[in-house]
Antibody, heavy 120, light 110 residues
Framework: QVQLVESGGGVVQPERSLRLSCIAS????????MHWVRQPSGKGLEWVAV????????HYAESVKGRFTISRDNSKNTVYLQMNSLRAGDTGLYYC?????????????WGQGTLVTVSS | QSVLTQPPSASGTPGQRVTISCSGS????????VNWYQQFPGTAPRLLIS???QRPSGVPDRFSGSKSGTSASLAISGLRSEDEADYYC???????????FGGGTKVTVL
């Protein structure tokens, strides 16, 4: 079955960097777009970034544009989120999400999330 | 920065029908599919309704979605205690070139 396993979260000081990884299995990874979605504790969902199935196109939320970079390695079934210049407002649980081709931007599968805490 | 507007809460007694609205604009709901997600405390969200009104495999038919113009709705008929959760609508926004989520609606079964 589909599995998405995130890693790389932790406690980091403001203005520092962190790289999240998500290893996918159970589906043809190279066929699907992948997203990162985050959720501050006790709050709602916020979309962060998307990368096309072949890595040719990326889009970002305004709140992270210029600081975060999404990338993927289809040979390793892995998607990454490089987070630079981190702020307290970036604190939250980061989910890796699968968006199958033709789904109408439906997030069909979610990982369990990796927690990022930005604090001095 | 939610530009998809949902009521923060909704409630009903067991067996009742509860409806959650999601209001957007022509740059998102008006020209794009709406998807709905259900989230229980401490767990990842799960896809509940896709492409406005499609139920993925395993979703009970008590859940239904609809869209009209720049608004969408999620209906839960025959409400059950296990339906207590947070519900989010989402849609691609053409102006932002990104996905927007609604602020979420907490459903309580009285």
């Amino acid at each position: 079955q589909v599995q998405l396993v995130e890693s790389g979260g932790g406690v980091v000081q403001p203005e520092r960097s962190l790289r999240l990884s998500c290893i996918a299995s159970g589906f043809r990874f190279s066929n699907d777009a992948m997203h990162w979605v985050r959720q501050p504790s006790g709050k709602g969902l916020e979309w962060v970034a998307v990368i096309w199935y072949d890595g040719s196109v990326t889009h970002y939320a305004e709140s992270v544009k210029g600081r975060f970079t999404i990338s993927r390695d289809n040979s390793k079934n892995t998607v990454y989120l490089q987070m630079n210049s981190l702020r307290a407002g970036d604190t939250g649980l980061y989910y890796c999400v699968r968006d199958p081709s033709g789904s109408g931007w439906a997030f069909e599968s979610w990982g369990q999330g990796t927690l990022v805490t930005v604090s001095s | 920065q939610s530009v998809l507007t949902q009521p923060p809460s909704a409630s009903g007694t067991p067996g009742q029908r509860v409806t959650i609205s999601c209001s957007g604009s022509s740059s998102n709901i008006g020209n794009r599919f709406v998807n709905w997600y259900q989230q229980f405390p401490g767990t990842a969200p799960r896809l509940l309704i896709s492409k406005n009104d499609q139920r993925p495999s395993g979703v009970p038919d008590r859940f239904s979605g609809s869209k009209s113009g720049t608004s969408a709705s999620l209906a839960i008929s025959g409400l059950r205690s296990e339906d207590e959760a947070d519900y989010y609508c989402a849609a691609w926004d053409e102006s932002l070139s990104g996905v927007l989520f609604g602020g979420g609606t907490k459903v309580t079964v009285l």
